[in-house]
């Protein structure tokens, strides 16, 4: 069984504060993924990313500050081109570092067959 530290209970969690989207109720993955599906166009891969002006991100910066503060926990799921966007590799992508990895095993491979 689970650990005697652990307490269990069913609690639905609920987002509230001013960057929860208007009528906003209780979420659960699976209420997310049906609102998620009531629309036709889910948008376009691949178009170029859109930066808020400093004033924005500065007011949406300050929002989630404060959320966070009178959060008693705090959980952050995001999607992997999160990283991307600040620099940091990926894992598939043509300068990605699996990517990066198996071209320099290819190489490696090659230079040993030729001895």
């Given amino acids: 069984g689970p650990p005697s530290n652990i ?5 639905q969690a609920s987002i509230e504060g001013p960057l929860a989207p208007r009528g906003y109720a209780a979420m659960s993955s699976a209420g997310y993924a049906q609102r998620l599906s009531r629309y036709d166009n889910k948008g376009i891969c691949g178009l170029p990313e859109t930066l808020d002006s400093r004033r924005v991100f500065l007011n949406k910066a300050e929002k989630l500050v404060a959320m966070i503060r009178r959060a008693q926990y705090v959980v952050v799921l995001t999607g992997a081109g999160v990283s991307t966007s600040a620099g940091i590799p990926d894992f598939r992508g043509p300068r990605g570092i699996w990517t990066e990895e198996e071209r320099r095993e290819r190489e490696e491979k090659r230079r040993n067959k030729k001895r």
């Fill in 7 to 11: 307490t269990h209970r069913r609690r």
